[in-house]
């Protein structure tokens, strides 16, 4: 019974709130991390997107060839996000 009872001070010491917290924040990053690395391929298409507009909208006017390319790029983020969940392209 002793022998109980000191086990669970000995356990008490590695199992306190401040151990919990600190092991759901690993649990938190590495979750954050495997969702990083699974949208990667989208974060690098809205990118893409982003300087693509900046180029079209450079001179204050958006030519027609300049519309297909940004709607090309829009296509493709739209093909990325599909991607994520169903593996068609």
Not at 17 to 34: E, H, K, P, R
Not at 52 to 57: I, K, Q, T
Not at 67 to 83: G, H, Q, R
Request: net charge positive; charged share 25%.
């Amino acid at each position: 019974m002793i022998e109980n009872i000191q086990m669970a001070g000995f356990m008490s010491d590695y199992f306190s709130w401040s151990n919990g917290f600190y092991l759901l924040g690993l649990i938190l990053a590495g979750v954050a991390t495997l969702m990083a690395s699974r949208y990667k391929n989208v974060m690098k298409e809205i990118g893409d997107v982003a300087k693509v507009l900046e180029e079209a909208y450079a001179d204050k006017k958006v030519t027609n060839a300049e519309k297909k390319k940004i709607m090309k790029e829009v296509l493709d983020v739209l093909k990325s996000v599909i991607n994520l969940k169903w593996k068609i392209f």
